[in-house]
C-alpha cells in the first residue's frame, strides 16, 4: 500500500506560489497593491505587513494610494516603503500616502528581467529539492521492502512526469513575466 504522488502536489504548489508572490512584487509599468502589500512596517512595537496596516489602491496605472486605517502610522510607513528596496518615493496627501510609479527605462526593465529570472531559478532548484527528497522515500521504501520494484520505477517515473510539468509551468509563468516587464 503507497501513497500516490499527487499528494505531495502541495510540496510542488508551495514553490509555486511562493514563485506567484515573488513574481508579483516585481514592478512592471502597472501600478499593483502587490508592489508593496508585503513591505514590512515598524508598528506597534512590532514588525507588519503594510496590507494589514492599511488600504492599498489603484488610482490609475501609474498611481497606487495607501490609505492607513491609523494615520499616526504614515511616517513609519513612509520610510518602510523608501527603505524596501523597490525604489519607489511615497508622498503623504492629506491623511493617504501617494505612490506615482516612475517611468520604466530600457536599464530598468533588462534589471527587472535579471532579477525575476533569478526568481525563477531560485523556484526551479526548489521543486528539484521536492523531487530529492520524495526520490529518496520511494527508495527507501522499496529498500524496506513497503513496495515492489516495479512500483518504485513507476512512482519514480510519475515523479519525473511532475517535475516537469512544474518546471514547464515555471517557464511559461517567466515568459509571461517577462512580456510584461518588456512591454512599454
Known amino acids: 500500500m503507497h501513497a500516490h504522488l499527487i499528494e505531495n502536489k502541495p510540496l510542488y504548489e ?20 502587490a508592489l508593496v ?8 512595537d512590532g514588525m507588519m505587513e503594510l496590507k494589514g496596516l492599511a488600504s492599498i489602491g489603484v488610482s490609475d496605472s501609474k498611481t497606487l494610494t ?4 491609523d494615520k499616526a ?4 510607513i513612509e520610510k518602510a516603503i523608501r527603505d524596501s528596496g523597490t525604489g519607489l518615493s511615497p508622498a503623504t496627501d492629506g491623511g493617504k500616502i501617494r505612490i506615482v510609479l516612475p517611468s520604466m527605462t530600457e536599464d530598468n526593465r533588462k534589471s527587472l528581467v535579471k532579477l ?13 529539492g521536492v523531487r530529492e527528497n520524495l526520490r529518496e522515500a ?9 513496495m515492489s520494484e516495479d512500483e518504485k520505477f513507476k512512482l519514480l517515473d510519475e515523479l519525473d512526469k511532475l517535475t ?15 512580456d510584461e516587464i518588456m512591454t512599454v
Open 66 to 69: 495607501i490609505d492607513p486605517w
Open 116 to 128: 525575476m529570472k533569478e526568481k525563477l531559478e531560485d523556484a526551479r532548484i526548489s521543486i528539484r
Open 14 to 33: 508551495a514553490v509555486m506560489e511562493h514563485l506567484q508572490k515573488e513574481l508579483g512584487g516585481l514592478r512592471t509599468g502597472r501600478a499593483t497593491p
Open 73 to 76: 502610522l504614515i511616517p513609519a
Open 164 to 178: 516537469k510539468e512544474y518546471n514547464e509551468e515555471i517557464s511559461v509563468i517567466g515568459e509571461k513575466k517577462e
Open 138 to 146: 520511494i527508495l527507501e521504501r522499496e529498500k524496506n521492502k513497503e
Open 37 to 44: 502589500e508585503d513591505v514590512r512596517v515598524h508598528a506597534y
